[in-house]
Structure formats: structure tokens, C-alpha cells
């Protein structure tokens, strides 16, 4: 009988050990970056929050069938970043800031991964609630973001500041194909189709300098074509890291993934740059680390992926480690 016990025991100590490691990624995520009220802190620019990470998050928490972290983020980000004009949310809130949301704009990609979540979350636990909130911010993005110009549907990066009227300028790692797809399928609205089209063939024509990389900004000019966008430098760099990643969440056999794999295979693992500027061919004094080499990782399906993070990352890299190990888990499934 206590041979039996013993043997339980043991076999209880395993599963539970399983488990912890299981949910390290999302546990550490959470004691590092998550205050008590369900705020995500950028640890990387001054503890400041954005709707981005309330976004990553609340997709993590699903992920992790973590329901009491999902409503904190969900509730933070309603009391503090919704905006009741137009039923996007204020991309940034600074804690330091006597008005901690001064910029009353809009980062669309921000209110995509938000509407992602309550989608996903609405689903797996069965929440009409959740599910009406997203169809809500969904029609707000489709009205006040997404419009046809240069013979592409296209989503600004927010609402201000964007159309420049003989051109609009885009970030490509807004182009959040996955969830554009689930909204197509709980919506059956042609706009996301449009815009999986249209964000498809535009990345296309973002091969840019002899990288064929697309850069962190782009213009698209009227008459269909693409340049990288002047008020920033033209690198495949911290934003567009996460192009490839989107794009193998939504097809991981995708020939979008072509010149990805091709740049970084030019480079050994342990020395491939951080990012590079695709006109000079200047590259990153440094290597990528982290989340920025969990995207090369899984876009070249070399097998280093875990949701283990290191003591040192901060919450970008952080969350770009976890987003690939989420997008390889669901390709997988």
C-alpha cells in the first residue's frame, strides 16, 4: 500500500512539475510585466503601456487558459485606453504623465490584437459578452482604419496622421493576417478577405536593396507603389520583425516567408544581425537575441523554440518569445 502511495506521489510531483513548466512562460511574463490591476508595463521605454501589449497579453491569457488574468488586462484596458468617440482605444498611457493618455490616437494594430483576444476568448470559454465586444471593435476599425487606396484595401496605422492624401503610410507589421482571418470567419464581411489580399500582395512589392526585406514603414504611393517611408530609416528592424512571425501564424508554408529565410540563412544563428537598413545594407552593431531570434527561429523551423524567458528580457522580447511559441503551437495544432 505505501509502495502504491509512494508511486502516486511520484507520478503527482511529475505531472505537477509538467504543469509549472507548462505555464513558466506566461507565469514569468506575468510577475515581470502585469501589475496587480491588469497593466502591461514596457520595460524597455519607461514602463509606459500600449494597447499592443494589453493585446499580447490578453492573447496569452487565453492561450493559457488564464480567465481571471484575462478579464484584469480586459478591464485595465476598457477603463483607461477605450476611446468613447469612435470605439478604438488611445495607444499609449504613460503612468508618469499628470494625463497619461495626451495622444488620443488609435494604434490599429493594438485594437486588432484587443478585438483578437475577446474573439479567441469568447470562443474557447463559451463568452457572449466577449464576443460582442469584439465584433464592436472590429466595425470600429473597419470604419475608421481601413480604406481602399492605390488599388489595395489597406489599414492605416491609426486613425490620425496617416493618409497623407498622394500617398498613406503603412506598417507592414500591422498586417495581422491571423486575426484578420478569424474576423472574416465570425464576420463573413469581404473587408478582411480584401485586406489578407491586398496585405499579401503589397508585401510583394516591399522587397526592398538587395536584403528584399520590407522595411519598418512604407509609403503607398496612389498608383500602387511602394518606397520606404521617409520620416523613418529605411531597416528591417524592430517592427518588421514581426512580419514573418504573423505571417507563418497565418500560413507557415507561405512563399511570403521566402526572403526572410533567405536573409537569415546567409547568416549563422549566433550572428545574425539585429536588424539591417536595406538601402545602405548597414547592419546592427549586435545579434539577435531573445524574441527577435525566436521569430528567426520559427521562421526558419530550426527546433530552438520554448516559452522559457530569459531573467533579462524585457517585455518586448519577451513577448515576441511567447507570441512564436503561441504561433508554432497553433500551426502545429
Known amino acids: 500500500m505505501s509502495l ?3 508511486s502516486v506521489m511520484v507520478m503527482v510531483m511529475i505531472l505537477g512539475c509538467a504543469q509549472a513548466s507548462a505555464a513558466d512562460g506566461w507565469s514569468s511574463f506575468k510577475s515581470r510585466f502585469m501589475t496587480s490591476d491588469g497593466r502591461i508595463q514596457d520595460t524597455g521605454n519607461n514602463n509606459v503601456s500600449h494597447t499592443e501589449g494589453q493585446g499580447y497579453a490578453m492573447l496569452m491569457a487565453v492561450w493559457y487558459n488564464d480567465r481571471s488574468s484575462f478579464d484584469s488586462l480586459w478591464r485595465w484596458t476598457q477603463q483607461h485606453l477605450k476611446n468613447p468617440q469612435n470605439g478604438l482605444f488611445y495607444w499609449k498611457y504613460n503612468p508618469a504623465a499628470t494625463n497619461p493618455v495626451a495622444d488620443k490616437n488609435n494604434a490599429s494594430d493594438g485594437d486588432v490584437l484587443i478585438a483578437w483576444a475577446l474573439l479567441k476568448a469568447g470562443e474557447k470559454w463559451q463568452n457572449n ?9 472590429q466595425r470600429a476599425i473597419v470604419s475608421r482604419d481601413v480604406i481602399a487606396f492605390g488599388g489595395h484595401t489597406v489599414m492605416l496605422p491609426g486613425n490620425q496622421g496617416f493618409n497623407k492624401t498622394s500617398y498613406v503610410v503603412l506598417n507592414p507589421s500591422y498586417f495581422l493576417f491571423p486575426a484578420w482571418r478569424d474576423f472574416a470567419r465570425r464576420s463573413h464581411l469581404k473587408v478582411w478577405t480584401n485586406l489578407i489580399d491586398s496585405g499579401m500582395d503589397l508585401l510583394s512589392k516591399m522587397r ?3 536584403a528584399g526585406l520590407p522595411v519598418d514603414w512604407v ?3 496612389a498608383d500602387g507603389t511602394v518606397a520606404p517611408a521617409t520620416a523613418w530609416p529605411p531597416r528591417f528592424s524592430y517592427d518588421a520583425i514581426r512580419v514573418p512571425l504573423y505571417v507563418y501564424w497565418y500560413d507557415a508554408q507561405s512563399l511570403q516567408l521566402v526572403p526572410f529565410q533567405h536573409f537569415w540563412m546567409s547568416f549563422s544563428r549566433s550572428q545574425t544581425p539585429a ?3 536595406v538601402m545602405s545594407n548597414n547592419k546592427a552593431p549586435y545579434n539577435m537575441a531573445g524574441g527577435l531570434l525566436a521569430v528567426r527561429d ?3 523551423n530550426s527546433g530552438y523554440l520554448s516559452d522559457q524567458l530569459d531573467s533579462k528580457e ?3 522580447s519577451a513577448s515576441l518569445k511567447l507570441l512564436a511559441w503561441l504561433a508554432l503551437q497553433e500551426r502545429s495544432h
Do not use: H, K, P, V
Open 4 to 6: 502504491l502511495r509512494a
Open 129 to 137: 459578452e466577449y464576443l460582442q465586444a469584439s465584433d464592436r471593435i
Open 208 to 210: 526592398f536593396g538587395d
Open 219 to 221: 509609403a503607398l504611393n
Open 275 to 277: 536588424w539591417i537598413d
Open 298 to 300: 520559427l521562421t526558419l
Open 314 to 316: 524585457d517585455y518586448y
